[in-house]
């Protein structure tokens, strides 16, 4: 385990606007192979597709309903986010888990920013920053598998990660995109949290053959 004094919980995003580049698979294989060496993990899945809830052995939206996931917490509903968190089998492991119902969020708060002023927009950006402030004295290291696309759920996600790790498979489109994905988070950030800065970015190759 860290060692609370000299060292903080890290709160590592995996990214990327592109789908099947390997996300899911990146952010499970981390937080278990880091549940194995003995750290305490959360592994937020903020992917309404949920295929690393199910990879948990969960069925999304059949075993989880929608007031097990972060929807009532960014609703208002929930004012922390201890109610959503459950157990693994990976001892050392909990899971938030996901369903399509995190989708809604997307479109109620796009109704909603209609209606808000510039400080208000600016501040719901920073509801999963406080959510996971609330929890991580608990553990080593907070891991989120991110939706494949930029919305009010990856805002979130970009400002409440202290780092990121962006896949990128060896191939023309998907190079494009990870440019593409650098310049759009470098112009919504400086008008949404101006001041953000991470401990580090990184591009992992992911599905990369020896020819």
Sequence with gaps: WRDPK????????????????????????????????????????????????????????????PEHTLLPYFNGIQDNIDYCIVSTYWEGLDLIPSNLSLYELELKVSKDMLKMSKVDKKSMFDDLLSGINGVKQNYDIVVIDSPPALGVTSLNILCA???????????????????????????????????????????????????
Excluded: W
């Design 161 to 211: 990660a202290d780092a990121l790790i962006v896949p990128t498979p060896p191939a023309l489109y998907e190079f494009s995109s990870t440019v593409q994905y650098f310049r759009m988070i470098e112009n919504v950030l400086q008008g949404v949290s101006p001041d953000k800065h991470y401990k580090f970015i990184k591009i992992l190759a992911t599905d990369v053959y020896p020819n």
């Design 6 to 65: 000299t060292d903080d919980c890290l709160v590592l995003a995996i990214q990327s606007f592109k789908g099947g580049v390997g996300k899911s698979v990146t952010s499970l294989c981390l937080a278990q192979f880091l549940a194995t060496q003995g750290y305490r993990v959360l592994f937020i899945d903020m992917d309404s597709q949920a295929s690393s809830t199910s990879s948990f052995g969960v069925i999304p939206d059949k075993d989880i309903s």
